[in-house]
């Protein structure tokens, strides 16, 4: 079963640092989204991107989140210099249609970020 | 804008149990409502959804009603399994993004 992949599953890294989240969504996907989880959260909402550009981001994805679609397959997250508030685990998904017109979202497993 | 708020938890039941998990939302318009469900270890996967008022969504034994004059899609299953040992989302959408509740943890034991 076609299935949605996230790497790495766990990175540690110092404030300040860049970080590249990478995920690898279904082939005939079109749409493509990061949410996080702050631990003890709710899964919220970052960024969606549809034919090669974002269509929605909530008001956590500043100037310090970018995502890229760099080779038709690949969708990554990166966080130009992270904060102590950027741990929390990354969620990527796809979906064949938005979830508005009942497409369902295909989740990965998630990456934990911990910034120290 | 859009919120979901939703049971806390954890709940903890055992075997063959009643699960109600309480699920009431805000939106503009006429959102879809899902139920997404995250076991240990694990993304999280659709449970269920419904697109319209009254619309009943099922899956593994779960169900849950869009109730628009209550603005609520509560969860519920009749006899629960150590299985579904899990953390559930209630979510929805108008858009292009989900928005989702708090989760509530819930843990089956034999």
């Known amino acids: 079963e076609p299935e949605v992949t996230q790497t790495p599953s766990h990175q540690v890294t110092q404030m300040g640092q860049e970080v590249i989240l990478r995920c690898v969504p279904i082939s005939n996907h079109l749409y493509f989204y990061w949410y996080r989880q702050i631990l003890g959260q709710k899964v919220e909402f970052l960024v969606s991107f549809y034919n090669n550009e974002i269509s929605e981001k909530s008001e956590i994805f500043d100037d310090q989140f970018s995502v890229e679609r760099p080779d038709g397959s690949n969708f990554t997250l990166k966080i130009r210099s992270t904060k102590l508030e950027d741990s929390a685990m990354y969620f990527c998904?796809?979906?064949?249609?938005?979830?508005?017109?009942?497409?369902?979202?295909?989740f990965g497993e998630g990456s934990r970020l911990t910034v120290l | 804008g859009n919120s979901v708020t939703q049971m806390e938890g954890p709940v903890t039941l055992s075997e063959e149990a009643f699960l109600t998990i309480n699920c009431t939302y805000t939106?503009?318009?006429?959102?879809?409502l899902f139920w997404y469900v995250q076991y240990p270890g694990e993304g999280l996967q659709l449970l269920l959804k419904a697109t319209k008022a009254d619309d009943k969504g099922s899956n593994k034994g779960f169900e849950a009603t869009y109730r628009k004059e209550t603005t609520s899609f509560h969860l519920e299953k009749g006899s629960v399994q150590v299985s579904d040992s899990a953390v559930y989302f209630c979510a929805l959408s108008n858009d292009y993004k989900l928005s989702f509740g708090a989760g509530t943890t819930v843990t089956v034991r034999a």
């Open positions: 939106a503009t318009g006429y959102p879809s």
């Open positions: 998904a796809s979906s064949v249609r938005t979830p508005a017109n009942t497409g369902e979202l295909f």
